[in-house]
């Protein structure tokens, strides 16, 4: 979990709530984000992610808790320029070409990024005289990504920015991103894809249901799942002796290959070394983001049948 | 500066939209030439039959054209563009503010066209005139552009064009841009009520005398203001903002 003074910098969301008639689509979360992060907010269809970004750019008004975005409420952010957003679903403003769109965002913002400088880095220079009507589903996501980072904003928020791309384009796409994060400017995206949040945020807040099922980076969150397994050669082991180490669940055994699922598999692994001798041939399995995100994103009060929405 | 460029764009998006010009400039043309160049000769309400109707179809065409651009926001809206905006720094009131002055931009061409083909076929104003004639026509647009505003905010971008057309034929007819049918008794004093009864009137008040009382900067002014509050509830409704 980062942490940071709430007065100061960062994201600071607290006991944040918003229903929907009966549907409670975000129910008291807490969340920091620390300046220059990267932060993905995943989760399933309908857990609640758009509609917090939505309460972080102020779109929505929240039933309960605050947002602060680097120390002032969202209005203040965006009306300083401090906040760049690419929402879900839209597509760009007709009658205009792609650089005149651009150049008109930029317009908007203090202290805006060169328009050229921003097409070139988006992949939008090559049709940047073509009407904003003319464009390809690719094409126009570059667009909209070259209007969120034009204003050169502090914070970029990107919601469901991939959906419908291919995966050549998603790849340029995350590239540009992190040339972004790298310039220290803080990134929340939102995303049911689990490698684009494995591959390219420093920190993923899993949110089910409204809420915050689980927080830390992807490593953390696969271990949060629990089980890690080690496979290894080791003849003539019994069994029971193997299920017994020290952050072992359970143990097998087919032939001379054992296998150990564990719950904390470093302590395990120093166990399998302490206990025995000639141990050959180790593979420890991470338990993959979709085992850790499955489990997390189902287990979590499943006696609770309220369903959140998007 | 933010509201030049948001301006500008603005302006351009509207003149490159052809199928406007189309509608808010050949419409009232044709009509106009088709009608008026029949009764070249003929008078009527005391002026010339041309002058008469140059003045009603000005009317007509500056209506549809300021009600036009407020009218996109529905497009917009329906691009996600108006959320979009929402999370720029760019404030409400210079959005609103361009869409006015582009109205009033979109109106003049109409407004030229119509004096031009009136002048063709014989309607000769002095200069006073003329200014004048214009002038009350952008005040009396005023409530117009509001209703385009209102329109776009509340009407899918599908049923925009339909609802556009609709109510300013139905303003025009009842305001007299076509001719004056309401003119008598009590229909006389309700279509009075309306802010395109006005708006046909300001094209005739440089030439007769007596045609805009102060009744007529009276309505003008209460469905200007009327109006601008329900846009605000309509816009506050639309964007969640309480």
Known sequence: MASVDASGGGIVLSRLSKSYGQVRAVRSVDLVIAPGETVALLGPNGAGKTTTIDMVLGLTRPDEGTVLIFGVPPAAAVRAGWIGGMLQAGSPLDHLRVRELVTLMASYYPNPLPVDDVLRLTGAAEFAAQWTTKLSGGQAQRVRFATALVGDPDLLVLDEPTAGIDVGGRRDFWQAVRAIAERGKTVVFATHYLEEADAYADRIVLIARGRIVADGPATEIKGQAGSRTIRATLPGVDVASLGALAGVVSAERHGDTVILSCSDADTALDALFGTFRGVRDIEVRGGSLEEAFLQLTTDEDSADTEEGVR | ?242
């Open chain 2, 1 to 242: 500066m933010t509201g030049a460029t948001h301006l500008r764009y603005e302006i351009l998006r509207t003149v490159r939209n052809r199928r406007f010009f189309a509608v808010t400039l050949a419409l009232p043309l044709v009509l106009f030439y088709a009608i008026a160049s029949a009764n070249r000769h003929a008078r009527t309400d005391g002026i010339s039959f041309p002058l008469y109707f140059m003045t009603g179809m000005a009317a007509y065409g500056a209506m549809f054209a300021a009600v036009s651009p407020g009218g996109r926001i529905a497009a917009d809206r329906a691009r996600g563009w108006t959320r979009q905006m929402r999370i720029t720094p760019l404030r409400a009131r210079t959005y609103f503010a361009a869409k006015v002055v582009t109205a009033y931009l979109a109106a003049i061409p109409a407004l030229i066209l119509l004096c031009l083909a009136g002048a063709s076929l014989g309607v000769r104003l002095t200069a006073a005139q003329w200014l004048e004639m214009a002038g009350l026509l952008l005040v009396g647009l005023a409530p117009f552009i509001v209703m385009g505003i209102i329109l776009g905010h509340l009407v899918a971008a599908d049923a925009l064009a339909p609802a556009v057309g609709g109510l300013v034929v139905l303003f025009a007819l009842f305001g007299g841009a076509y001719g004056a049918f309401f003119n008598t008794g009590a229909m006389l004093t309700v279509v009075k009520l309306l802010p395109s009864f006005w708006l046909v009137q300001a094209g005739k008040a440089a030439l007769v005398v007596g045609r805009w009382p102060a009744e007529g900067w009276i309505v003008v002014a209460a469905w200007t203001v009327v109006l601008v509050l329900a846009a605000s509830l309509a816009y506050r409704r639309d964007t969640g903002r309480a």
